[in-house]
């Protein structure tokens, strides 16, 4: 899809693209993007909210925590 992408976006007239929430926990989408030539040109604190479930001795709970999130761009010109 990745690679459709750079081809048709060019080609439809776009001179640049950005993606604005990549999920700094997303590593194989960040390794896409990065082996595809897009830089990481900046990042937002604690963009997005996740939910995680913690084991414990007394079962199962729910901990909610924030992840950082890259902001990516390649120029097609």
Known sequence: MATSFLHYAPALGYRGSVF????????????????LGFQRVGLIPGAGKRTRLIGTDKGERREDYYVD?????????
């Open 69 to 77: 999130a890259h902001v990516i761009f390649k120029s097609f010109v």
């Open 20 to 35: 604005n929430l990549v999920y700094a926990d997303n590593t194989a989408s960040l390794r896409i993007w990065d082996t």
